[in-house]
């Protein structure tokens, strides 16, 4: 078990046993209230039965002194005299009416329960659930604080160290470049994560988006690999582009460098080590598609939905375990949905590379 699965555990195992308590206690109650129903049904039900055959005797000592049948039945409504004159009983109506009394009662009492405890049942799901996104919530804020502090920690530590080499030091004049390339990089990398932070919290106040227009795919493509070309030269990764100049999208051009620039970024990230990304465009009736496919580190098939929730990073050690801040994907989401498309990641697996596919609203015909 994962340290983030552990965390959700004891988060979320008080609650459970709460809930399990709850559901018990209320379930024995109902059960009591049903059974003591019962019973004061069947114990009234028989207090008359005994008063409607206190009726009879009373009615038959009354015949036996002479008093007319039809005085009697004046009297007690409720019995009847048989053919032959000879006894007195209860009308079957009476007792059927008794009876079917009875029955309603339980039956009413019977779907006042059920609703309650449906009612009880739903209103702990609702809560459980809240609680629960609470706690997921929660314990994700704190691993992107954690993994917020290691992604600034590292390229401050290589800034420092690459100002310092700068500053104690003449290098010569090729090393020199390549400190002011690592720097360039470094300071690059710390830009795009203040990006992710800021854009996600402008996000979270604001459901529009400023008004979209065309954005031919190939140019923001070719922009988009050319700022990232240098950290792709250091990962020993390819890139390889497949973008017609005819394709064009009908949304904000801000947002789409930020959705092309969080895709490549992860893509050179799971993919390196000499291994490859793709990018490939391709227009369908009023849609256009964008497949940002690389053959690297993969995530497990069952993460693809999860991928795109804000502080979510893949679990696992290795190559399957994300780093980052859990932003980037998660502003890939919103930016497409915001300018009505969808985004959806595919993976065989972890090792088993991964696809990433962008479906925008075509330009053709919205100018």
């Given at each position: 078990m994962t340290p983030r699965a552990r965390r959700a555990r004891q988060y979320t195992r008080p609650l459970q046993i709460g809930f399990l308590a709850l559901l018990a206690v209320s379930s024995?109650?109902?059960?009591?209230?049903?059974?003591?129903?019962?019973?004061?049904?069947?114990?009234?039900?028989?207090?008359?039965?005994?008063?409607?055959?206190?009726?009879?005797?009373?009615?038959?000592?009354?015949?036996?002194?002479?008093?007319?049948?039809?005085?009697?039945?004046?009297?007690?409504?409720?019995?009847?005299?048989?053919?032959?004159?000879?006894?007195?009983?209860?009308?079957?109506?009476?007792?059927?009416?008794?009876?079917?009394?009875?029955?309603?009662?339980?039956?009413?009492?019977?779907?006042?329960?059920?609703?309650?405890?449906?009612?009880?049942?739903?209103?702990?799901?609702v809560v459980y659930r809240t609680l629960r996104e609470q706690a997921r919530l929660r314990y994700r804020q704190d691993d992107f604080l954690a993994a917020v502090s290691h992604e600034l920690q590292s390229p401050l530590a290589s800034v420092r160290l690459s100002v310092e080499t700068l500053a104690l030091r003449d290098p010569p004049a090729q090393r020199r470049a390549e400190l002011v390339q690592r720097l360039l990089a470094d300071l690059g990398r710390l830009q795009r994560m203040i990006a992710n932070i800021l854009d996600a919290s402008r996000l979270a106040a604001t459901e529009t988006r400023s008004a979209p227009e065309r954005v031919p795919l190939a140019e923001s493509v070719r922009a988009v690999v050319d700022e990232l070309r240098e950290q792709a030269a250091e990962q020993e990764v390819t890139l390889h582009t497949d973008v017609p100049e005819s394709l064009a999208i009908w949304a904000d051009p801000e947002g789409v460098r930020t959705v092309l620039r969080n895709l490549l970024h992860n893509g050179i990230r799971a993919a390196s080590g000499g291994r490859r990304v793709t990018v490939r465009g391709s227009e369908a009736d009023t849609w256009v598609q964008l497949e940002v496919r690389d053959d690297g580190a993969g995530f497990p098939p069952h993460e693809a939905a999860r991928l795109f929730e804000k502080f979510y990073r893949v679990d696992g050690d290795g190559p399957a375990r994300a780093s980052g801040t859990g932003l980037g994907l998660y502003l890939v989401s919103r930016y497409v949905e915001l300018d009505g498309g969808r985004v959806t990641a595919e993976s065989a697996g972890p090792g088993g590379g991964a696809r990433f596919t962008v479906t925008w609203p075509s330009a053709g015909g919205r100018e």
């Open positions: 024995a109650q109902l059960v009591y209230w049903m059974a003591d129903e019962v019973r004061y049904t069947a114990r009234v039900q028989a207090e008359l039965r005994e008063a409607y055959e206190a009726q009879a005797e009373s009615a038959r000592s009354l015949l036996g002194s002479g008093v007319p049948w039809r005085d009697v039945q004046r009297i007690y409504p409720s019995l009847t005299l048989s053919a032959d004159s000879t006894t007195v009983r209860v009308a079957p109506g009476v007792l059927a009416r008794l009876e079917s009394a009875r029955a309603r009662r339980l039956n009413r009492y019977a779907w006042e329960g059920a609703f309650f405890l449906a009612v009880l049942l739903a209103a702990m799901a």
